[in-house]
């Protein structure tokens, strides 16, 4: 128990960021390693640079700062990099030790070319020093990820304007993630093109995920969509998993403000070898988009090497041949954050086919169903929160006074079922939290946001309960109230939560469950809701007094009396026959809503 309970502390470490500072880990995709996904508004803050050349060994003064009176900020890292490049340059100094620290990014010990904070005070504005390379590197601009909580960040998104180097030439253009939409549209899926859609039959720009694919002649169009601040991209593959596989990427370059695509090829769980030549050998009339957080587009591709001709891919790139398109193979697809046009690793964040995909055809594609692992973490869930946590919380507060007569497993009948019911819960909970962990690497899911977060909490709340429960003082102890009211308070937190993260992962691409369960989801819940009135108003009629529910010791042999009536709260008149008939016809109607969830869950 105590083994689960630190790895759930080191995870909510990793959710609450790092208050000493970004790692050198960080370093490449300048990502926090805490919340969901980055925010694709505007930062409320900038970089002030003191001067608009450099020259080698030069010192140039660094101001991160809010905007106006927009709110503060907790964390940051701050790098200088080349324009166009994701290499860190220069030297940085501190001016206050005691709010910033330098980061060694790369392979040269010693480099501090990164600043990031030192703690998780709230700050309005940072001043660092950097100093130039002792030769010059080409143009400069400093680029920051600001953290303003846990869960708002922007990831390397506050940029300053760009510190010339007098040698180099022509400034590029200042990067803009305003662009006129590609038009990529799930029209004519089915009748005039091939489609993967997730989740199934959305439409762009509301896909998590969305591939097109329509061949004409000795070419294919292909259009490619989701949501995401980086990448989108499609494989191609003769199997159902990475490694060996044709991809087509389509980047959003922050740097830029361009989003364009590259023809790339996958040897395994590598960074995939793009093909470099412009323009791409054996792709063309591409065009690209970056518009509110989705990335699409559209773009040309020979059938096969033959239709390619002169316009073969590099050699390093499968041997420079393409897949035949005249075969059938597998589409899967991928997203995740970039650093200028460098991709990240996409964890999770994927989805493929499930089954070998004719591209001649007009076919919507189906995806292969969510992983076995993930659909036991859901149906763990379920079970815990949906039917064991209910019956507990129901025997507890409506059946205490039945059954005065009689014990199972030497304990008072509604507590043994209670305990047995929420021990249940926990175990459930804690076997579904470390299969999604395995599932994830144990790595934060940001895919999952808010699922996630939630998930976590209902956890850790699912573990605090029976530790309570535990050192409980006895019934007519004077600060029994304190334990009652903290009990109730958590485990109702913990079965609000619960529900809420079944309802968040229904509509995640791993799950992607169909809107009829989300439906069944509802009905439960007003199920639940029905009985649990039903049951207070019986309660009420029932009982001779007003007050709150009656206090029976959990435990017949520390009271000594197993025929105990109720410490205190009223004295109930009968209709012991109506109260059970009630649970029964309860636990009839739950067992069919959550067996049509894991019926859905499983078939998915």
């Known amino acids: 128990m105590w083994r689960v309970i630190l790895s759930l502390l080191a995870v909510t470490a990793v959710v609450r960021a790092y208050p000493s500072g970004a790692p050198s880990t960080a370093c490449t995709d300048m990502f926090p390693q805490h919340g969901p996904s980055e925010q694709t508004s505007t930062p409320p803050y900038e970089l002030v640079v003191d001067k608009a050349t450099y020259a080698g060994g030069e010192e140039v003064q660094v101001t991160l700062q809010r905007t106006g009176n927009s709110a503060t900020f907790k964390g940051f890292f701050i790098q200088a990099r080349t324009v166009g490049s994701t290499d860190a340059q220069g030297r940085f100094t501190t001016l206050d030790s005691g709010t910033t620290k330098t980061v060694n990014c790369g392979s040269v010990a010693n480099s501090e070319n990164g600043v990031t904070h030192t703690g998780r005070t709230e700050k309005t504005e940072v001043a660092v020093t950097w100093t130039a390379p002792a030769n010059r590197v080409g143009h400069i601009q400093f680029r920051a990820t600001v953290v303003q909580t846990e869960t708002v960040f922007w990831v390397s998104e506050v940029m300053s304007a760009y510190v010339e180097d007098p040698t180099a030439g022509p400034v590029p253009t200042p990067a803009s993630s305003d662009s006129q939409d590609v038009g990529v549209t799930s029209n004519g899926c089915g009748s005039t093109k091939g489609c993967y859609q997730a989740p199934t039959n959305c439409?762009?720009?509301?896909?998590?995920?969305?591939?097109?694919?329509?061949?004409?002649?000795?070419?294919?169009?292909?259009?490619?969509?989701?949501?995401?601040?980086?990448y989108v991209a499609v494989g191609i593959s003769a199997d159902n998993t990475m490694g060996l596989d044709d991809i087509y990427e389509c980047v959003y370059n922050s740097d830029s403000g361009d989003t364009t695509v590259y023809s790339s090829w996958s040897t395994g769980r590598s960074m995939p070898e793009r093909d470099t030549t412009q323009p791409q050998g054996g792709i063309s009339t591409v065009v690209g988009s970056y518009v509110e957080g989705v990335v699409s587009c559209k773009f040309t591709r020979s059938i096969n090497d033959a239709a390619a001709g002169r316009r073969k891919r590099q050699a390093k790139v499968n041997n420079g041949r393409f897949y035949d398109l005249n075969d059938d193979f597998y589409v899967l697809m991928s997203k995740g954050s970039t650093s200028g046009n460098a991709l990240s690793y996409h964890a999770t964040s994927r989805v493929v086919s499930s089954g070998k995909v004719d591209f001649q055809s007009n076919t919507q594609v189906t995806g292969a169903g969510s992983p076995d692992i993930v659909k036991a973490h859901g149906s763990l869930m379920m079970i815990a929160w949906i039917c064991t946590a209910s019956v507990g919380v129901l025997m507890a507060r409506f059946f205490k006074h039945l059954w005065p007569d009689s014990q199972l497993c030497k304990e008072k009948v509604w507590f043994a079922i209670h305990r047995a019911m929420m021990i249940s819960t926990v175990l459930l909970t804690i076997i579904a939290f470390i299969l999604i962990m395995t599932y994830n690497n144990w790595l934060w899911a940001f895919h999952a946001g808010a699922h996630a977060i939630v998930g976590i909490i209902v956890v850790i709340l699912a573990l605090i309960n029976p530790l309570m429960a535990l050192a409980r003082p006895h019934p007519d102890q004077p600060k029994r109230f304190i334990f009652n009211w903290a009990h109730w308070a958590v485990g109702t937190a913990a079965r609000i939560l619960g529900v809420v993260a079944i309802f968040l992962g229904m509509d995640l691409a791993a799950l992607d469950l169909p809107p009829a369960a989300t439906f069944i989801m509802v009905g439960w819940v007003i199920w639940h809701a029905l009985a649990e009135v039903v049951l207070e108003i019986h309660n009420c009629s029932t009982s001779s007094k007003p007050g709150r529910p009656e206090e029976m010791e959990m435990d017949a042999a520390a009271g000594g009396d197993p025929k105990a009536k109720p410490l205190r709260?009223?004295?109930?008149?009968?209709?012991?026959?109506?109260?059970k008939g009630i649970l029964g016809l309860y636990v009839l109607g739950m067992l069919g809503f959550l067996i049509a969830l894991l019926v859905y869950v499983g078939l998915n």
């Open 203 to 230: 439409a762009p720009p509301s896909c998590e995920y969305f591939s097109s694919w329509q061949t004409s002649g000795d070419s294919v169009m292909f259009e490619i969509s989701g949501t995401s601040n980086g």
């Open 569 to 579: 709260g009223g004295n109930y008149t009968g209709g012991h026959g109506i109260r």
